[in-house]
């Protein structure tokens, strides 16, 4: 697999305050080596995991699906617990551990001949994802270095869309020239490639650990250990976020569960299309990140995400309108369909983690983080249900999500108000002192009333209620352009 990452790395992240910028190339491109290992064997196989349970292990259909959503069920608790042992274990360790599961997940399918045995694979693999994802996020904050983390979310994403792709291609390729035996191969080289990643992280990724958990900075019970025991379940914000946040992506998972079947059993469209489909997104998904992130860089990530869930609206308007097209057009309508899918999800998608990052106290991003992955783990559990609505009526799925994305335009508008402004927009460098003549070094007090050149400092109540300190902020002049020589990105 031919990944040149350093292309990818130059403006990635500034390196932190204890980590050289040799240090931090190599942890930026062992980052991505890594999660492309770990993505192009995850492309081979999930894709099969159903044709490879029904045709070489020989559970029927009706065995096979329920199996595997029982063995799902179990990966729902993962994200409650993840986030404590990232703050205290480090999110590198967390994210080797999930591909250690995973690889026994893979190991166990392709050892399982009967339902127990498929069982329990399917609960290791489904635990290991949402080790992976919960802890994800915080490790790429972790190699990102001081920076804001927009860019390394949409790089990361770039790299896991481009690499499961040709995974999947792979098997693709393998089907036509092995056979069917070609699924206990893909099923292998899925644990071999978790083992890899796992390697990759354990050797060549070098981050500092966590803080330690003593007092916090205003002493013995300080800010931050308040910040610690509080935790994101009584941060009413961020639990908003998430459930808006989960709003939007429900269009994602209604995409990859009921889209096919749409297709196929509404539309009678020819069997390639869903394919072509897919393999459209996924180009455009892991060509056009950084792209994207240029073209909205004017755009608060709360605006941004709203974006987002425009083009989701409009997705399912113009893939519900295809029902009404004579049928020698609907291939085009669905062409079009998808690129507004592949750009909503380009242009919201590394603006919610990184939002996400930037609200969670320091001292507990982990578990903040963590809490934020039951967004997409919501999502997916719902989609399924979503689509089976399509048996009521073929319209009320896409009416569903619509709704959904729409309701979440509207909240998020009400939470933008109540989250920190420097949240809101990733810090840029090079800005100037601000015209009150105040140093550019010291940071604004955090009042929550406009400055005079016109950007609002966001209030202390936020982190006081969480005991987080607040961050230093710094306010460009609306007379003054950024430096953008000085800009690490």
């Not at 190339?25 to 999930?46: E, I």
């Not at 993962?78 to 703050?87: E, H, I, K, S, Y």
């Not at 994101?232 to 939007?248: E, H, M, N, Q």
């Amino acid at each position: 697999m031919a990944i040149d990452c350093r292309r990818l790395l130059p403006a990635w992240a500034p390196p932190g305050r204890l980590t050289s910028p040799r240090t931090a190339q190599r942890n930026q491109t062992a980052l991505l080596t890594a999660l492309g290992v770990d993505n192009f064997g995850c492309g081979l196989f999930l894709p099969l995991t159903l044709v490879y349970l029904t045709r070489d292990v020989g559970l029927p259909l009706n065995v096979a699906g329920p199996v595997i959503s029982m063995g799902a069920l179990a990966g729902l608790a993962v994200p409650a617990f993840t986030g404590r042992l990232v703050d205290r274990a480090g999110a590198r360790s967390v994210v080797i551990a999930s591909q250690l599961v995973q690889a026994l997940g893979a190991a166990g399918y392709l050892l399982a001949r009967s339902e127990l045995p498929v069982l329990a694979a399917a609960m290791l693999l489904a635990t290991g994802q949402q080790l992976f994802y919960s802890s994800l996020f915080a490790l790429v904050s972790d190699v990102s270095g001081s920076g804001p983390p927009d860019r390394p979310f949409a790089v990361v994403n770039m790299v896991r869309a481009g690499c499961f792709g040709l995974g999947g291609l792979a098997t693709g390729g393998l089907l036509t020239v092995a056979g069917p035996g070609v699924y206990r191969i893909a099923v292998a080289a899925d644990g071999v490639s978790f083992l890899a990643c796992a390697v990759l992280l354990a050797w060549c990724v070098r981050v500092p650990w966590p803080p330690a958990s003593g007092p916090g900075p205003g002493g013995p019970a300080g800010p931050g250990d308040r910040a610690r025991r509080a935790g994101p379940l009584s941060d009413r914000p961020f639990l908003a976020l998430i459930v808006l946040t989960g709003l939007v992506m429900l269009a994602v998972d209604f995409y990859l569960t009921g889209m096919p079947v749409y297709v196929i059993e509404e539309l009678h469209a020819p069997d390639w299309l869903p394919g072509t489909l897919l393999a459209v997104s996924t180009t455009l998904s892991s060509l056009a990140g950084t792209f994207a992130l240029r073209m909205t860089g004017r755009l608060t990530r709360v605006a941004a995400i709203q974006a987002g869930a425009v083009l989701y609206v409009a997705w399912c308007a113009v893939s519900l309108a295809a029902i009404l097209l004579p049928p020698a057009w609907r291939p085009a309508d669905l062409m079009m369909a998808i690129v507004l899918l592949a750009a909503a999800g380009l242009v919201c998608g590394p603006r919610a983690g990184a939002l996400a990052a930037s609200v969670a106290p320091p001292q507990a991003r982990g578990r903040y983080l963590a809490a934020f992955q039951y967004a997409f783990t919501g999502a997916g559990v719902l989609a399924p249900a979503v689509a089976a609505l399509a048996s009521v009526a073929v319209w009320l799925p896409w009416l569903l999500v619509a709704t959904g994305a729409g309701v979440a335009i509207g909240g998020l508008q009400w939470l933008a108000g109540r989250l920190p402004a420097d949240a809101l927009m990733a810090a840029e460098a090079g800005a100037v002192s601000p015209p009150d003549g105040s140093p550019s070094g010291t940071p604004a007090s955090r009042t929550g009333e406009p400055h005079r050149a016109g950007r609002v400092r966001p209030a202390g109540g936020h982190h006081e209620r969480l005991g987080r300190r607040p961050a230093a902020v710094t306010i460009l002049a609306d007379d003054h352009r950024p430096d953008r020589r000085r800009v690490p990105w």
